[in-house]
């Protein structure tokens, strides 16, 4: 699979807004309320850098305003920090990241979600770290580290709800011996 960069488009559903999180920072949150099962954020594309992009200075970007993920091969996906960027953690989240490759990233409601509630994933399911964490939900772990996906736990109850990049590390734990052959 090779990766080209492509145009960034964004679908965001009109029911959220960017608002200061008591969590962290910066949030997304619902104004209306949300069924479970409906798609919240969408988006497409980015900017793919090579490493010879990166020495030649060419592209410069403010750290601050990008977010990046890295792709095999040395390469790596920029996109602008926006909606996909500022959804915090909870460990009962109301939202999780489906994405099914890494030029589109999609958050799905996994529950019903309240008006005025904060959208939140758990970070355990996207392959992120929280150093401590403060949720206060029962099931809150504490922190997160980016190996939580490998909680049988957590396996279970986001069965089919993990991003591509986490997916494929779990069949590959799953399966050590197809993870040699490709
Ligand atoms: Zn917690």
Known sequence: MSYQSEPLTMWIDRRLVLRKSAIHGVGTFAIRPIPAGQLLI???GGLVLT???RQSGEIQLEPD???EEALPGNLSIIT??????????RCEPNAVDMSRS???TQYIAWRDIQAQEEITTDFGIIGARVERC????????????????????LQQRYRGYFPWHIEQKIQQANNPAEGKLS
């Open 134 to 153: 403060t949720c206060q939900s029962p099931r809150c772990r504490g922190q997160v580290t980016t190996d939580d996906w490998r909680l049988p736990e």
């Open 51 to 53: 490493a010879q992009d």
């Open 80 to 89: 602008p920090k926006v909606f996909h960027y500022y959804v915090n953690h």
């Open 65 to 67: 305003m990008y977010n």
């Open 42 to 44: 969408l988006t497409t």
């Open 102 to 104: 890494p030029n589109i």
